[in-house]
Structure formats: structure tokens, C-alpha cells
């Protein structure tokens, strides 16, 4: 028999560029199932701007060992200046939100 616990995993603040950006996360035993982009208006953000879901591995990618969530050029590369909210979905069914803030190629993000 397996045994799987977790708690709520947890993000931190992060500064860096479009083509290096990674979100500190605590996953605390819980794993990545898929990522939403949004802009403030509601419409998608990013690749494939006809959903708001990205592809996993291109666009994003967790690195549990670093405890973090790698955000790849490739989806910068197609996300406007300004605010974008990510949804974060994991296999326990949690949901967490993180705030981005892109200007040119200079990043900002924080738990929202």
C-alpha cells in the first residue's frame, strides 16, 4: 500500500527576467496537474490564446527538488506588458493563484 500526504503547498515572491523566472514553491507533497494564464480582462494570456490552460513542459514546468515552478520564454514570448494571473491546479484538487507582472523583459510575481 502507498501512502500520499500533503498539505497546501505554498509560493513566495519572485523578481527575474522573460528568459529566467521561476516561482518558489513549497508542494509540500503535492504535485503540478496544469496551469491557467489570465489577463485582467479575462481573456487568455500567453500561447494558444484561445485557452487559458498551457502546455505543461513547454510553458511551464515544476522542478520539485529546486521547490519551484519553472515559467519557460517560450510563454513570455506571447504574453502582453502588464498584469497576468496564473491558477495553479494540483492533483489534491488545490488551486492556488499567483499574480505576474511583466515590462519588457523584467518579471515580478507574488502569491495573490
Do not use: C
Amino acid at each position: 500500500m502507498n501512502l500520499i500526504s500533503y498539505d497546501r503547498p505554498i509560493q513566495a515572491a519572485a523578481t527575474g527576467t522573460t528568459g529566467s523566472f521561476a516561482i518558489p514553491t513549497q508542494f509540500r507533497g503535492d504535485q503540478l496537474a496544469t496551469m491557467e494564464a489570465m489577463y485582467a480582462d479575462g481573456s487568455p494570456a500567453g500561447p494558444s490564446n484561445w485557452t487559458s490552460y498551457k502546455e505543461f513542459w513547454t510553458n511551464f514546468q515544476p522542478d520539485y527538488g529546486a521547490n519551484s515552478i519553472l515559467m519557460k520564454p517560450e510563454f513570455f514570448a506571447e504574453v502582453d506588458d502588464g498584469p497576468v494571473t496564473l491558477t495553479f491546479h494540483f492533483w489534491s484538487g488545490t488551486q492556488i493563484t499567483y499574480r505576474l507582472s511583466k515590462s519588457g523583459s523584467s518579471v515580478t510575481g507574488s502569491p495573490g
